[in-house]
């Protein structure tokens, strides 16, 4: 389960409106249970509607103040601008670390669709989201 | 004296588990050839055939990154840090 505030997830969405008419993008900062302590926003590099890259300097810095705070980067988080909130074939071959939180806004729809997978040998599994004590619907349930 | 490697989490399985290994060679890619001779199962992880850097590996020495320092031709130093980490990457393509 992944675990943030009302904030932190307007702070996504907000993240990604403001890249349009590219994908946006960010990493989180947090705890292995899961919990989001900041989300960090980024440039993508690859400055494209279709595909994104983290700043590699901001994914520097970003480790860098984990390692300082004695956080972990925890996931990622972007948008699919006019398709659904689920990892696309490129997201999943390209997926680094398999205890990450993979959570896709998709702002095909208003208000902005966001959701939380796991990565896992190219096995795609979706988690909850935990709003400010509002468990968020899993596509399944 | 040699200079220090970081390991990013999903490297440490295949290279010994450690975060920092002391590692050899003046150049980022003597470096490389350094780690890949001392731990094969990561050099399709690192390196291209041609043996320029992977496109979806990010490598530092202290706070820059290689891409703006000549690549594997990048010098390293006794007292530098080299840092790797995967890019994140992806897209709805």
């Not at chain 1, 997978?117 to 596509?139: H, I, K």
């Not at chain 2, 992977?54 to 703006?68: A, K, P, Q, S, T």
Request: glycine share 8%.
């Amino acid at each position: 389960m992944l675990t943030l505030t009302f904030d932190q997830r307007e702070a996504m969405v907000a993240t990604c409106i403001r890249a349009l008419p590219d994908e946006g993008c960010g990493l989180l900062l947090g705890r292995a249970d899961g919990v989001v302590v900041d989300v960090v926003a980024s440039a993508n590099v690859a400055a494209s509607a279709k595909v994104y890259e983290i700043d590699p300097r901001v994914l520097l810095a970003t480790f860098r103040r984990a390692d300082d705070e004695g956080l972990e980067v925890i996931g990622v988080f972007h948008s699919h601008t006019h398709s659904p909130a689920y990892p696309s074939a490129t997201d999943i071959r390209q997926a680094p670390d398999p205890a990450w939180h993979y959570v896709l806004v998709s702002l095909a729809s208003s208000p902005a669709d966001v959701r939380s997978y796991s990565v896992v040998q190219g096995e795609v599994s979706e988690e909850d989201v935990l709003v400010e004590g509002v468990t968020g619907t899993r596509a399944d349930d | 004296m040699s200079a220090v490697l970081r390991i990013p989490t999903v490297l440490r399985p295949a290279m010994g588990g450690e975060t920092t290994i002391s590692v050899e060679g003046t150049t980022i890619g003597a470096v490389l050839a350094d780690v890949t001779a001392r731990f094969p199962a990561v050099k399709g992880q690192l390196l291209n055939e041609d043996g320029t850097l992977h496109r979806f590996l990010n490598v530092y020495v202290n706070d820059d990154d290689v891409r703006y320092l000549g690549g594997v031709d990048a010098a390293v130093a006794d007292t530098d840090e080299i840092t790797l980490l995967p890019a994140v990457a992806g897209g709805a393509w």
